[in-house]
């Protein structure tokens, strides 16, 4: 059927590849997945594939099966490549990373749901478009990863408002090496930027946040077997965000700024790892992250993620996390 197709496909009319696409889509549901594999990526190069079995292959939870069609195709809608991020591997992910024109929608999924190696491969993906919020995004995973920041450095359409967010978080060798490295007219970008960053640096230091106050209260709500979820449901949802961070250092043992800095960035998988650890229940988490002070809120899709990621989180895993926070806390101090 395949060598059929991929012999006569370019002379076929719409109605003729939906024969092809009908019977593949019958025959694949009752062969291994070798054979699955060998047929996605024949198939994948294919401007003319029948549609449905693209979809379908896409949609294996087999990144072997998966994998070349959605790296190559263009059959694959924007839908489903959103629907396939959303729900799939990191494996999927990262096949869906090295696409041509990555529109913003699924570069928004992606962002939000990737691990490491998925983001660097999708900051390296120079066709990749991104949304402010994707942008922002990429600049906290830079967060203790050069290489990131390197990648995402050398994007010539970074635009500027990043490209000095990255730099600042950036250590002094990662901006010696961008420097070394970036084509010239990037030079004259990341030299200009560096020397406003090294303005603002002499400039006075506004003074830190106290949070005493609201520690001094979640502590006495802690001693008096206050402190659980429907208080921390109220704190959110009557704005008091400093209570909220205070209640999850205190809960996770870890300095209140920390958190506070958590709550009032842009990446809302990271909250769900203090929220894990002190036990609290996925309204509480719901609460915190659809009332946090945020110019955008957050939408239902990237909630209904959170949710799926925040049952699959283990207990465990989140505490260990909370625990090199904790470390790491005690050293930069």
């Given at each position: 059927m395949t060598d059929l197709l991929l012999n006569e496909g370019e002379r076929l009319n719409g109605d003729q590849i939906k024969v092809f696409d009908d019977v593949l889509c019958l025959l694949i549901a009752r062969v291994e997945s070798r054979a699955r594999a060998a047929l996605s990526a024949r198939l994948a190069p294919l401007d003319y594939a029948p549609p449905q079995i693209i979809e379908q292959l896409a949609r294996d939870d087999a990144i072997a099966v998966a994998g070349a069609v959605l790296t190559k195709s263009g059959r694959l809608s924007t839908e489903v490549l959103v629907e396939i991020?959303?729900?799939?591997?990191?494996?999927?992910?990262?096949?869906?990373?090295?696409?041509?024109?990555?529109?913003?929608?699924?570069?928004?999924?992606?962002?939000d749901r990737g691990q490491r190696t998925v983001i660097r491969k999708l900051a390296g993906n120079a066709s990749a478009r991104f949304s402010d919020a994707g942008y922002s995004g990429m600049v906290a995973h830079a967060d203790a990863d050069d290489e990131l920041v390197e990648i995402l450095g050398l994007r010539?359409?970074?635009?500027?408002?990043?490209?000095?967010?990255?730099?600042?978080?950036?250590?002094?060798?990662?901006?010696?090496?961008?420097?070394?490295?970036?084509?010239?007219?990037?030079?004259?970008?990341?030299?200009?930027?560096?020397?406003?960053?090294?303005?603002?640096?002499?400039?006075?230091?506004?003074?830190?946040?106290?949070?005493?106050?609201?520690?001094?209260?979640?502590?006495?709500?802690?001693?008096?077997?206050?402190?659980?979820?429907?208080?921390?449901?109220?704190?959110?949802e009557t704005g008091k965000f400093d209570e909220v961070a205070a209640a999850l250092a205190i809960l996770n043992?870890?300095?209140?700024?920390?958190?506070?800095?958590?709550?009032?960035?842009?990446?809302?998988?990271?909250?769900?790892?203090?929220?894990?650890?002190?036990?609290?229940?996925?309204?509480?988490?719901?609460?915190?992250?659809?009332?946090?002070?945020?110019?955008?809120?957050?939408?239902?899709?990237?909630?209904?993620?959170?949710?799926?990621?925040?049952?699959?989180?283990?207990?465990?895993?989140?505490?260990?996390?909370?625990?090199?926070?904790?470390?790491?806390?005690?050293?930069?101090?």
């Open positions: 991020a959303s729900t799939k591997s990191q494996d999927h992910l990262l096949a869906i990373s090295g696409r041509t024109d990555l529109p913003e929608a699924v570069t928004d999924v992606i962002i010539i359409n970074l635009p500027l408002k990043f490209l000095r967010d990255l730099l600042r978080r950036a250590t002094d060798a990662v901006r010696a090496r961008l420097m070394a490295i970036a084509p010239s007219r990037l030079q004259e970008e990341i030299k200009r930027v560096l020397q406003t960053i090294a303005s603002a640096a002499e400039e006075e230091v506004p003074p830190a946040r106290d949070f005493s106050r609201v520690e001094a209260l979640v502590k006495l709500m802690k001693e008096l077997n206050e402190l659980d979820d429907a208080a921390i449901i109220k704190f959110a043992n870890v300095p209140t700024g920390m958190m506070a800095r958590l709550l009032e960035g842009p990446r809302s998988d990271l909250i769900l790892i203090p929220c894990k650890s002190a036990g609290l229940g996925w309204a509480t988490v719901e609460s915190i992250l659809r009332h946090r002070p945020l110019q955008r809120p957050i939408s239902e899709q990237t909630l209904k993620l959170a949710r799926s990621d925040y049952g699959r989180l283990s207990t465990d895993t989140a505490q260990r996390t909370a625990r090199f926070w904790q470390v790491h806390s005690k050293i930069e101090k």
